[in-house]
């Protein structure tokens, strides 16, 4: 019975660790994909990083969370940080300046 604890903590380790790199790749990936088909002049509108700086992060952050590095290591977790601000951050304000409500 003493050897049974371990082996279950494991499993629960390994599934919480699928979790997050699927979590990690989705987001990653969902942001590489609509900073690339994105024009370029909408990042200088809003006064971000320059296109080219974003698909260069999100593609560097995503390789290297596929080549192993995984989503608990440092570059999995700059890599979802990453994501996250350009999702939460660059791409709302990306689609309010196509849809005609931003300030420029």
């Given at each position: 019975?003493?050897?049974?604890?371990?082996?279950?903590?494991?499993?629960?380790?390994?599934?919480?660790?699928?979790?997050?790199?699927?979590?990690?790749?989705?987001?990653q990936?969902?942001?590489?994909?609509?900073?690339v088909?994105?024009?370029?002049?909408?990042?200088?509108?809003?006064?971000?990083?320059?296109?080219?700086?974003?698909?260069?992060?999100?593609?560097?952050?995503?390789?290297?969370?596929?080549?192993?590095?995984?989503?608990?290591?440092?570059?999995?977790?700059?890599?979802?940080?990453?994501?996250?601000?350009?999702?939460?951050?660059?791409?709302?304000?990306?689609?309010?300046?196509?849809?005609?409500?931003?300030?420029?």
């Amino acid at each position: 019975m003493a050897i049974a604890a371990p082996i279950f903590a494991f499993a629960v380790q390994d599934v919480i660790q699928l979790i997050l790199l699927v979590f990690a790749l989705v987001v990653q990936g969902v942001a590489l994909v609509h900073a690339v088909t994105q024009r370029g002049d909408g990042f200088a509108a809003l006064g971000t990083l320059p296109k080219g700086g974003w698909v260069a992060i999100l593609a560097v952050c995503l390789l290297l969370t596929l080549l192993g590095f995984g989503p608990i290591s440092l570059f999995g977790l700059i890599g979802i940080a990453a994501g996250l601000i350009y999702l939460l951050d660059v791409r709302p304000g990306l689609r309010d300046l196509h849809d005609g409500r931003g300030s420029w």
